[in-house]
């Protein structure tokens, strides 16, 4: 078991750190986000903050609208935006994000744009889209004159040094800036640009981005900022993230924040964009707007959803995303400090290590079929479920690594267990397969954990027997007639004793020598014994007739049984052993069997045995008698039958002789045991019996007391 569990512990190693590679290069990344997408949706609940956030989209509807009623083609005069901007400040709304890109003028003139400008600097916070990339012909310097809020983060440089990944990831070379008449007025200018992960879907986002040495706050975290109503935000970057107004926004390596998303399109109370204008428009004209529009103190985002405006993105809760739900759900987790955060490298790679050690030691270690599908069950789930159970509390524990550690540990333990359980059970084949049935061998098999060798102390069933006058027999007949003979009888026998459970011990010429109750325990050892004892002398009776023509003579067994304490185990040499048993138990069913001479009798079962069968069998007591080697007397039975087999009327005839010798009443015991005229046992008693009355002896203790084997 140590050598298995060595090898387990290994296997647990080289699965972890195949994982760890794994997820080291990225290949893992695929299934991670499969999994980490199912626990985001699953798990996905709105906040205190999601009543606080609104969305004003516009939707194929108000797209149709404006073009039926209105005559308006794509893309709307900014004068449009520039009603639903008066609406929501006139309903009250505490920031309004423009998830919109004005960097050309209107093509309706640049009254257009100073209309937009005029609405947005009219009262209230409005942020304004700027789009960093990349792009040739994108500015490359921040605008002259253009003093819109920014947000100073302190130990930005330091921190950068030692992360090239967020440098690469941030800092961006060119921007895109709305026309002066709208970026003039803006409160925040607001980022745009996200990088989705390598599947295309956006999972995380960067709360700001570095241009020309500035920081632009992304749409959402300009949102946000503008809703504090503060002239500038200092912000303060480290290991544990970026800290600003009193929330703490933990970081990737790469900037970027996971977004907590509340649940799929739609969990944000969106409005329709013709709506706004049209409740607008009728309050201009001196009237009421149909249906309120409940978006005082809150903070709105503006932008498409309309499937032509290409504006949708997938994201874990689906592949139809609008973009602008993206930055009210960033808004939305900043205004609730709710964040995630990615569990500490160190502790992903113990749990990596420690679930794959498990994994490696538990294949390894078990047993059979059930135990190693039980381990395989419970550890190849338990990422899965430690990754939701982690999630509740905001970290993000990665599945698909850790789950692949597991799988490759579970294997390479159970490539283990095959192999040493291989030879294990080669072993036990080879060295059972001559003294035990088929059956046993591979119950031994199943569990080698139930075998126990290289001695023990146990009580067994012990069986020995021996062909009556075999030395004539063998003289009689030549080597090839006696080897035949002898093979036939031995392989009927043995059979029946493996059929029955029991353990070849040895051979010894003509003589069986087995027992019961090892290597496996049996509760019913004793009545085995017994069983296979009438058998063996049924099968005996059954091929007499053959038997008999070849050796010139009847064959007839004499059988000892004896129940008792022994030692067994393999006892031998290092190069050569048997599984054998040693005890005084042991000599007794020897005994026993050469005791069946005194008796006449050919199945001699001690007391012990006949005790532990419960009854099972019909037959009669023997007397008792002391055999060479024991001073202390043993009483004597014979099973008659098998079980199930109604008792002779001889042997309650015996039985009543036996109590007459035992009451010294030697006349009529002598009589009675003579009426048992064919039974030789009651023909030896007759004529003790005879012999002690001839003498008028006063007594007999009824102990045969026996003075060769």
């Known amino acids: 078991m140590k050598k298995k569990l060595g090898y387990g512990l290994l296997a647990g190693l080289v699965a972890a750190a195949v994982a760890g590679g794994l997820e080291w290069s990225g290949l893992s990344a695929r299934w991670e986000h499969v999994m980490s997408d199912w626990c985001a949706r ?5 906040s205190a903050a999601t009543e606080q956030v609104k969305l004003v989209l516009v939707d194929q509807a108000s797209l149709d609208w404006a073009s039926r009623n209105l005559g308006w083609s794509w893309p709307w005069p900014r004068e449009a935006y520039a009603v639903i901007i008066q609406h929501l400040q006139r309903q009250g709304a505490r920031v309004v994000a423009l998830d919109v890109l004005f960097t050309e003028p209107s093509a309706y003139g640049v009254a257009d744009d100073e209309a937009l400008g005029a609405a947005m600097g009219g009262g209230g916070a409005v942020v304004a889209a700027v789009f960093l990339g990349r792009q040739a012909d994108q500015a490359t310097t921040w605008p002259e004159g253009l003093a819109a809020r920014g947000l100073a983060i302190e130990g930005l440089e330091g921190w950068l040094e030692s992360r090239p990944a967020a440098v690469a990831e941030l800092t961006l070379p060119g921007a895109a800036f709305p026309v002066p008449e709208v970026a003039g007025q803006a409160a925040w200018l607001g980022n745009t640009s996200e990088t989705p992960d390598g599947d295309g879907v956006f999972r995380r986002a960067a709360p700001f981005r570095l241009f020309d040495g500035r920081a632009v706050a992304s749409l959402g975290m300009a949102g946000w900022l503008a809703g504090l109503e503060q002239e500038g935000v200092a912000a303060v970057i480290g290991d544990d993230g970026l800290e600003a107004a009193g929330r703490r926004i933990p970081l990737d390596g790469r900037g970027r924040m996971i977004v907590k998303y509340r649940g799929p399109s739609g969990t944000h109370e969106a ?7 049209q409740a607008e428009m009728r309050i201009l004209e001196g009237g009421e707007p149909a249906g309120g529009v409940n978006v005082s103190g809150c903070h709105v985002v503006f932008g498409f959803s309309a499937p032509g405006l290409k504006d949708l993105r997938p994201t874990p809760m689906g592949g139809d995303y609008p973009g602008p739900e993206i930055y009210a759900t960033v808004l939305d987790n900043l205004l609730a400090g709710d964040f995630m955060r990615d569990a500490p490298p160190w502790a992903v790679r113990l749990w990596l290590v420690a679930l794959a050690l498990v994994a490696g030691v538990a294949a390894a270690a078990a047993r059979n079929a059930w135990q190693s599908a039980l381990a ?7 990422p899965t479920l430690a990754g939701f159970a982690a999630w509740l509390p905001g970290v993000v524990l990665p599945m698909a690594g850790p789950t692949a550690g597991v799988g490759m540990a579970l294997l390479g333990g159970a490539m283990v267990n095959f192999v040493l359980e291989g030879r294990q059970k080669m072993f036990i084949k080879g060295a059972f397969k001559h003294y035990l049935s088929p059956v046993v061998i591979e119950q031994i098999m199943r569990d080698p954990g139930s075998l126990k060798l290289g001695g023990e102390r146990r009580e067994l069933s012990i069986f020995f027997s021996d062909l009556e006058g075999f030395s004539a027999i063998s003289e009689r007949l030549g080597p090839e007639e006696l080897t035949a003979l002898l093979n036939d009888y031995l392989t009927d026998m043995t059979d029946i004793i493996l059929e029955e459970g029991g353990t070849l011990d040895k051979y010894e010429g003509d003589a069986i020598i ?30 007499q007739t053959e038997f008999a023509a070849r050796a010139g003579t009847e064959l007839k067994m004499r059988i000892g049984l004896n129940t008792g304490p022994v030692v067994v185990g393999n006892m031998g040499s290092h190069q050569r052993f048997d599984y054998t048993v040693l005890g005084d138990a042991a000599n007794l069913a ?13 199945l001699m079962i001690a007391e012990s045995t006949w005790q532990a069968t419960g009854g099972l069998f019909p037959g009669r007591e023997l007397g008792e008698l002391t055999v060479v080697g024991r001073k202390t007397p043993v009483r004597v039975f014979e099973a008659t039958g098998l079980e199930g087999v109604p008792g002779r009327e001889s042997d309650r005839a015996f039985a009543d002789a036996l109590a007459l010798a035992r009451a010294g009443r030697w006349a009529e015991a002598a009589e009675a045991f003579g009426a048992l005229a064919d039974d030789a046992a009651a023909t030896t008693y007759a004529k003790r019996c005879r012999e002690l009355a001839d003498r008028g002896a006063a007594a007999w203790d009824g102990i045969w007391n026996l003075t060769e084997k």
């Open 42 to 46: 699953a798990l996905a609940r709105p």
């Open 590 to 602: 020897s005994r026993l069997e050469g005791a069946n001479k005194a008796l006449g009798t050919y």
């Open 271 to 277: 409005f329709s964009a013709a709506g706004m204008i």
């Open 376 to 382: 395989a069950l419970g550890l190849l789930v338990l």
């Open 514 to 543: 087995a027992f019961w109750n090892a290597p496996l325990a049996q509760e019913d050892h004793a009545a085995r014994a017994v069983r296979a004892a009438v058998r063996c002398q049924q099968k005996l009776a059954e091929r």
